[in-house]
């Protein structure tokens, strides 16, 4: 009886292991049941993670995105921009509390006021906080 509480128990960890790589849960549950767990779990390793697959596409397609259109502020839309989609913002650094990225063309991005603001240069930036 403990043998197969145990082969239960087991079988649905392999399930639920299935079941994060991005895989089905009950067919995985099947395949660990009439198998073994043991051979189960070595097959969901043999095989890719599906999730992180996913997740890896969904970046690809993110950055193959056109930008979306520049907020402007008295049709000035060169100077400042506002970029509100969700997205983690990892800073370079934190001017006077202000934490910043320096982007490839050169450009600053700054989380002012719970949005990212993009600014021309890091002279434009330094005089939105009121440095010199």
Do not use: C
């Not at 043998?3 to 649905?12: A, E, H, P, Q």
Request: hydrophobic fraction near 50%; charge should be positive.
């Amino acid at each position: 009886m403990l043998v197969f509480i145990s082969w239960i128990i087991l079988t649905g960890l392999v399930a639920a292991a299935a079941e994060a790589r991005g895989r089905g849960f009950i067919a995985w549950f099947i395949v660990a049941l009439f198998l073994s767990p043991v051979l189960g779990i070595l097959l969901l390793l043999l095989f890719p993670n599906l999730k992180h697959d996913r997740l890896l596409e969904a970046a690809i397609a993110q950055r193959q995105r056109p930008p979306p259109p520049k907020a402007s502020f008295l049709g000035r839309s060169d100077r400042v921009t506002i970029d509100r989609t969700p997205r983690p913002f990892e800073p370079d650094g934190v001017y006077a509390g202000v934490p910043y990225k320096v982007k490839a063309d050169g450009s600053i991005e700054a989380i002012m006021q719970g949005a990212v603001v993009r600014f021309r240069d890091f002279e434009k930036f330094t005089g939105s906080i009121g440095g010199t």
